[in-house]
Nanobody, 124 residues
């Protein structure tokens, strides 16, 4: 099994920045691609960003392109999400996810492991 623990969420003003971290433990050798999802109140969980195991390929939802950057440090078994120019509509619980496959997928069902989530609140 793999355990994922997110950190770095909080309250920030619009235009500000936050950096989320997701530390993996357990059978980390089985992890391929990783991703960040978010879920706002009364909305479905949506894909935000993903990265392959090597870090050589990334993918983003259109609404965060140019503002968010996903990266990973395999030596530390950690994936990051740098969020800049935050907007109130970015407010959500952010979840880290991992899959055994190597390709980044955008759908929830494709991911095998999930963290508990970290709250990000952007005030206007």
């Amino acid at each position: 099994q793999v355990q994922l623990v997110e950190s770095g969420g909080g309250l920030v003003q619009a235009g500000g920045s936050l950096r989320l971290s997701c530390a993996a433990s357990g059978r980390t050798f089985s992890i391929g691609a990783m991703g960040w999802f978010r879920q706002a109140p009364e909305k479905e969980r949506e894909f935000v960003a993903g990265i392959t195991r090597s870090g050589g390929s990334t993918s983003y939802v259109d609404s965060v392109k140019g503002r968010f950057t996903i990266s990973r440090d395999n030596a530390k078994n950690t994936v990051y999400l740098q969020m800049n120019s935050l907007k109130p509509e970015d407010t959500a619980v952010y979840y880290c996810a991992a899959r055994r496959g190597s390709v980044v997928q955008h759908t929830i069902d494709e991911y095998d492991y999930w963290g508990q989530g970290t709250q990000v609140t952007v005030s206007s």
